[in-house]
Structure formats: structure tokens, C-alpha cells
């Protein structure tokens, strides 16, 4: 059987694994297609173990600080250099430098349970070397490879590439909710990368053709880890995992390095361990999201799970006093009355985009981010005329022009509202690659295990309302007789961005009062 593995983003994704021991069928169905002599594949075993990590080792974040460490896969020794994971008198040792795992000490074949898993007295196994023999999974999955540091060009790279994916999202998540929505881009794209470091040969193409990567981006995972720093986002990444799985070593480091990601015991009580990883999600989101899964089925084995908090202010604020009811329309619907934010001098860059048939305005925030809105052309236009034309090309022109106009003084209405939606995510990217999850080769996260996605979730919590700095950008505004006007008092869609044009959040609203 395999072993189930839920993605969860937080915007969380969930993920399970099934049990298989998958080694000897590989081995079988090698032999059928490759000879080789066993001197053939101890050379080619050296290759790979002496190139996985060649280059400075293994880096590892703990309590917010990189430290290195060196692994060396030679086992033909039993002198490896001592690193996170080494051996000892032909053993292998873990050393653990988070001390949310293990308190700082080196253990080997027992590892006291952490704290969030009290019914859960399974002792730690230890990380495998390699996935599989060396003719099976080793000789699909390869370590990512080596990057020294991201560039510009790479950021910017990756920023298309996300907006290309939140756009395909947005267009097919809409397609399944006729009402208010919002996803985190963000976070959906970290997990999916996250998985990527175990995905093997046409998985691996098959996950980056998914996500818009470019062939052989080898940056790609310094490069979001870039774009996702910000003083305004918090995020966090976690794996649970039922001790009794047999993690691949090289997974490990790279997830601990790329994503600073804390391993965790997922507890053999089901009970316990939606408990644990509900509390996990809500302390990285603030208690903005107190309860992502309601239940947990008893055979997952693994549950990676990614956390965005973002929380940011106006650069110029919209005040209390001003916020009166006002109508929003709704097409083929009675309009209804919603508090609406309003300003008569509220710095915007606006301008009526033809390629889109709509009006687009960009507001500022606090930390290099901003909000962009979507609005058809007039209230008597189905905002899903607006949702076909949302191409790549279009955004991005949008996207660019509005980075170059000025802030002019405006006349603004703008409703508060506060979106908390959930998608699942094996239905709409299963449109995107049809049966992506089900047949995926992931055999470089576990050793001895056929590793298939069971579920993904996501769920994403945003608020809008008069919060800001006052007179922050007072100084950049030039206050002109006549200003423009941005009302948005119709369905739209928005955009939070940050500096390349990340997508941090994207959604629409169609009833402001909803939640």
C-alpha cells in the first residue's frame, strides 16, 4: 500500500501518506530496463552520495539563526564528519540544533516526544542515508541543486511565475464559489515547493511546469525565500510526521534549509494530533485561524503544513468618523447598504485599463506593499466579464503601468470586509494537472515508502478596515482643485502585493457583508 501525505497551507495545506514498501518492485522493473554490474553501481552509488552535498553542507535555522553543518554520505566509513546527521560506530546519530525538537542534544535510537504529542511514545527511527537501494529511487531523485545566492533576475523570475500560477488558481478557484474568496498565493506556492524537494523525474517536471518555473532553476527556493521576507509576513513551516516513517535524509536538510521547516511527531491518536496541529496553526497565524481540520484520517503518515500572517497598515489613514453605509450594487441582485470607507483627497494611482474593460486603482501600505483593485467598467457589469480577461499579459501591463503613475489625491469609497474562504486544493490543481497527486513519484521524502498526497487544503483568513499611519504620505501627494474619483461600490477583485509584484493575497468580494 502507500503512504498517505497531507499538504496543509495557512493559508494551510494538508498532506497523508501511504505505506508501501515500493523498493523490490522498483528493483524488478530496473532490472528489466537497465544491466549493470555491480561495480557499475557502486560507482554510480558513489556519484550520486559524493555529489548531494558537495558544496558547504548542510544549513539549519534555529530560533531565527542559520548554522552549518556537514553531511557526508560516504558509507563506506564509519567516521562521517559530524554534522546534523552523522555516524558513530556505524550508527546513525541525529543532532538536532532546534531546540523545539529535541532540546539541543545528539540522540540516536530514542528521542524524547515532543511536547505538542502526548500520546504519542513512539521512538524516533533514524533518517535514512538514502531513500531506496541504490538502483531504485536514489538513481530518480537527485538533491536540488547547489545555489550560492539568488539574484534580481531570479526574484523577478519567480515573481512572474507566481503571478502567472495565482492567476490559473484564481480561474479556476472561482468556478467553484460564485461568492466572496481569498487565497494566499504565498503560502500555496511554498508548500507545493516544499514538495517539490522530493519529487522525482516526471513529477518533479510535472510540479515545476505547475508552478511556472523555469527549467533547471536552481535558485528557486532562495529566491522565494527572498520574496517572502517582509517586516509585514510571518511565515512558518512545519512537517508532522508519525515517527515510524523512515524520512530521507536529503529531504530533511533541504527542507530545514530552504524552509527553516520544524519537524514534528504527528501522535498515533487522531484526536490528539488534530489538536496539535490546529494549536500549531493558530499560533502562527495570530489566532486568525483557531480550527484548519476538523478530523484527520488514521492512516496519514506525514502532514506538511505552511503558515502566512500578514498584517500591514495604510501609509495614509482612512478615518473612523468618516466611514458611513453606502449602497454596493450587485448585478441581477438588490443592492445592499455596507460601511464604506471614504476619503475626499485618499492618494491612489488609478486608470481604466481597455485590455481588462475595467478600472484599476493601486493604494499604498506600510512595508513596501500595496493593494491593488479590479472594478468593471460600470455597476451594471458582471464582474465575471472582467475574470476572463485576467491573462498573465494583462495583469502584468496593468501591474506595470500603475507602478509608474503617480499618487493623485482622490475621492475614495471603499466598504470594509473581512474574507475567511478554504479551498481544496486536490480539486482545483488537479485542473490544472489532471491526476498530479495521485501518481506522484515523491519517493525522495521517505525511505522504503510509496509517498502519495491524500489531501490539500487551504484556508485564508483577510480583513480590511480603517487602520492606518496618518500623514505617512502626506509629502508625496501634490494636492491638485479637481481629483479623480475611485469608487468602489461594486463587486471587484483585489490584489495585495509586495515589492516584484508578489501576490500575497488574492481574491474578489461580491457581498462585503458576508464573511
Same mark, same amino acid.
Given at each position: 500500500?502507500?503512504t498517505?501525505?497531507?499538504l ?5 495545506m494538508?498532506?497523508?501518506?501511504l505505506?508501501?514498501t515500493s523498493?523490490i518492485k ?5 532490472r ?6 555491480p561495480l557499475?553501481?557502486?560507482?554510480r552509488?558513489?556519484e550520486i552520495e559524493?555529489?548531494q552535498y558537495?558544496?558547504?553542507g ?5 530560533d531565527?539563526?542559520?548554522g552549518?553543518g556537514?553531511?557526508?554520505h ?11 546527521i552523522?555516524?558513530?560506530n556505524?550508527?546513525?546519530?541525529i543532532?538536532?540544533?532546534?531546540t523545539?525538537?529535541?532540546?539541543g542534544k545528539?540522540e ?21 542515508d538514502?531513500?531506496?537501494p541504490?538502483?531504485s ?9 547547489t545555489?550560492?545566492?539568488s539574484?534580481?533576475?531570479d ?9 502567472r ?12 464559489n460564485?461568492?466572496n474568496m481569498v487565497f ?13 524537494l522530493g519529487?522525482c523525474?516526471?513529477?518533479?517536471d510535472?510540479?515545476e511546469?505547475?508552478?511556472?518555473y523555469?527549467k533547471?532553476?536552481?535558485?528557486v527556493h532562495?529566491?522565494?525565500?527572498v520574496?517572502?521576507?517582509?517586516e509585514?509576513?510571518?511565515s512558518?513551516n512545519a ?11 536529503g ?5 530545514s534549509t530552504f524552509?527553516?521547516?520544524?519537524l514534528?511527531?504527528l501522535?498515533?491518536?487522531?484526536n490528539q ?11 502562527r497565524?495570530?489566532n486568525?485561524i483557531?480550527?484548519l481540520?476538523?478530523d ?5 503518515q ?7 500572517y500578514?498584517h500591514s497598515?495604510?501609509?495614509?489613514v ?7 453605509n453606502?449602497?454596493?450594487h ?7 447598504k455596507v ?11 488609478s486608470y ?10 493601486r ?6 506593499l500595496?493593494l491593488v483593485?479590479?472594478?468593471p ?10 475574470? $476572463?480577461?485576467l491573462? !498573465? &499579459?494583462? /495583469?502584468m501591463?496593468?501591474?506595470?503601468r ?6 493623485? =489625491?482622490t @475621492?475614495v469609497t471603499?466598504?470594509k470586509f ?6 481544496d486544493?486536490?480539486?482545483?490543481i488537479?485542473e490544472m ?9 515523491l519517493c525522495?521524502?521517505a ?7 491524500s489531501?490539500a487544503?487551504h ?5 480590511v478596515?480603517?487602520?492606518?499611519? $496618518?500623514?505617512?504620505? !502626506? &509629502?508625496a /501627494?501634490?494636492?491638485a ?6 469608487e468602489?461600490q461594486? =463587486?471587484? @477583485? ?7 509584484r508578489v ?5 474578489r468580494?461580491?457581498n462585503?457583508?458576508?464573511?
Open positions: 500500500m502507500k498517505w501525505l497531507i496543509l497551507c495557512l493559508a494551510i494538508t498532506m497523508s501518506s505505506q508501501q523498493c522498483e528493483e524488478i522493473d530496473n528489466n530496463d537497465i544491466t549493470s554490474t557499475q553501481d557502486a560507482e552509488r558513489e559524493q555529489t558537495s558544496d558547504t548542510t544549513n539549519f535555522e534555529s531565527g539563526q542559520l552549518t556537514n553531511l557526508d560516504q558509507e563506506t566509513s564509519d567516521n562521517i564528519a559530524q554534522g546534523p552523522h555516524k558513530e556505524g550508527e546513525v546519530i543532532d538536532y540544533p532546534d523545539e525538537f529535541s532540546n545528539k540516536s535510537a530514542e528521542v524524547p516526544i515532543e511536547e505538542t504529542t502526548t500520546a504519542n511514545t513512539t521512538p524516533i527511527p533514524t533518517v535514512s538514502t531513500s531506496c541504490p538502483n529511487c536514489s538513481q530518480r531523485w537527485k538533491p536540488w541543486p545555489c550560492a545566492q539574484t534580481l533576475e526574484e523577478q523570475k519567480l515573481a512572474e511565475a507566481l503571478s500560477f495565482s492567476l490559473e488558481f484564481y480561474k479556476i478557484a472561482v468556478q467553484k460564485d461568492g494566499s498565493p504565498l503560502s500555496i506556492v511554498t508548500t507545493l515547493s516544499n514538495l517539490l519529487a523525474n516526471e513529477t518533479k510535472r510540479l511546469n505547475l508552478l511556472f523555469p533547471e532553476f536552481a535558485c532562495k529566491a522565494l525565500r520574496l517572502g521576507k517582509s509585514a509576513l510571518t512558518a512537517i508532522f510526521y508519525q515517527p515510524a516513517l523512515r524520512m530521507n535524509s529531504f530533511h536538510n533541504l527542507t524552509y527553516q521547516t520544524k514534528k511527531f501522535s498515533n491518536n487522531t494530533a488534530v489538536t496539535d496541529i490546529n494549536s500549531w496553526v493558530s499560533e497565524t495570530n486568525k483557531k480550527k481540520l476538523d484527520l484520517d488514521p492512516d496519514v506525514m502532514v506538511l503544513l505552511n503558515a502566512v500578514f497598515k495604510w501609509k495614509t482612512f478615518r473612523s468618523k468618516n466611514t458611513i453606502e449602497e454596493f450587485r448585478p441581477g441582485l438588490p443592492s445592499i460601511p464604506m470607507m471614504t476619503s475626499k483627497k485618499y492618494p491612489v494611482a481604466f485599463d481597455y485590455n481588462l474593460q475595467a478600472k484599476v486603482g493604494f499604498q501600505l506600510h512595508h513596501n500595496s483593485i479590479l472594478i467598467r460600470s455597476q451594471f457589469t458582471n464582474l465575471a466579464e472582467v475574470e $476572463e480577461r491573462t !498573465a &499579459t494583462a /495583469v501591463s496593468a501591474l506595470n500603475l507602478e509608474e503613475m503617480p499618487l493623485k =489625491p @475621492i471603499l466598504p473581512k474574507l475567511e474562504s478554504s479551498q486544493l486536490t480539486k482545483i488537479g494537472d489532471f491526476g498530479l497527486f495521485y501518481d506522484a513519484d525522495g521524502i525511505q522504503n515508502e510509496a509517498i502519495a498526497v489531501s487544503k484556508k485564508a483568513v483577510l480583513q478596515s480603517e487602520e492606518g499611519v $496618518e500623514g505617512a504620505a !502626506a &509629502t /501627494v501634490s494636492l482643485r479637481t481629483a479623480t474619483t475611485f468602489v461594486q =463587486p471587484f @477583485i483585489f490584489l495585495f502585493l509586495r515589492d516584484h501576490p500575497v493575497f488574492l481574491g468580494v461580491t462585503p457583508l458576508a464573511s
